[in-house]
């Protein structure tokens, strides 16, 4: 039994937009009462203007442009740069400890407070480290790659909109 708050499964899977997860639902009228007197919802204005009709291409083709195109080049750029470095450093630190461990278990055993060495120590920093590692990851993607790669997802989607045949 459908809800009056959700609209009916077939309505929705029309829509264009509830399958995606950057749809923002409640700006588009989801979730609002269709009851006697609730306003019709608004129509969402295009992001772009409409470009110049082309001749029909295949999917392929589309997602090799994008492939290709000079943003798409930068945000790889931006991501290799950041982790690239990263696991370099983080494989070096991991090699670190288990080579120290191995060849240096009097260094290892060293103790540092009371019940706690040196290898404790280094064990709980690989965890730190790995932590701290995913926290800049995802301070990195948000603040350089999230909006230049939401960008590319929207012209991929007006570009493969005619290819799919979609009216939307």
Known sequence: MQSSNHPP????????GYDDPWH????????????????EPAAVPQMRADPAPQPP???????????RSAAFQEVRSRYRRFVVPAVAASLAWYVA?????????????????????VAMLAG???????????????RHARLRRDRAALELRWDTQ???RGVRGDAS
């Open 158 to 160: 007006e570009l493969t």
């Open 57 to 67: 291409r295949a999917a392929a083709d589309v997602y090799l442009e994008v492939q």
């Open 97 to 117: 400890y288990v080579v120290t461990a191995t060849a240096a278990p009097a260094l290892m055993a060293r103790p540092v407070a009371g019940a706690v060495n």
């Open 124 to 138: 709980l920093g690989q965890f730190l480290t790995t932590f701290l590692l995913t926290w800049a990851y995802a």
């Open 24 to 39: 923002d639902a409640l700006a588009s009228g989801w979730g609002e009462s269709a009851g006697a007197g609730a306003p």
């Open 9 to 16: 499964r077939a309505e929705a899977s029309r829509s264009p």
